[in-house]
């Protein structure tokens, strides 16, 4: 069973950066899409960040020019450079792969906590 494998969570002050990183245990076939997903305590799983393999990204607007996902094709990785952070990015972050060969199918990672926080 393939897994989404995460890094890069911690506890951060106000202002302060992290960067995430995701990579699959082993190699995935046909993956069209990578992305972060964020689930703070009470609330529902919210997008993050998304990037296609041709590039294309989309951001929460929370998390526009703080946020910056980058995507490594050749080895199926994904990373979220998070920048000037806010105690409200408080949240497990899950990595996301969207699959695509022949009908669309999702993995998820395990999450890694990001604390912002003085």
């Known amino acids: 069973q393939v897994q989404l494998v995460e890094s890069g969570g911690g506890l951060v002050q106000p202002g302060g950066s992290l960067r995430l990183s995701c990579a699959p245990s082993r190699s995935i076939f046909g993956i069209y899409a990578m992305g972060w997903y964020r689930q703070a305590p009470g609330k529902q799983r919210e997008l993050v960040a998304t990037?296609?393999?041709?590039?294309?990204?989309n951001y929460a607007d929370s998390v526009k020019g703080r946020f910056t996902i980058s995507r490594d094709t050749a080895k199926n990785t994904v990373h979220l450079q998070m920048n000037s952070l806010k105690p409200e990015d408080t949240a497990v972050y899950y990595c996301?792969?969207?699959?695509?060969?022949?009908?669309?199918?999702?993995?998820w990672g395990q999450g890694t906590q990001v604390t912002v926080s003085s």
């Open positions: 996301n792969a969207v699959v695509y060969n022949g009908g669309y199918g999702n993995y």
């Open positions: 990037i296609t393999s041709g590039g294309s990204t």
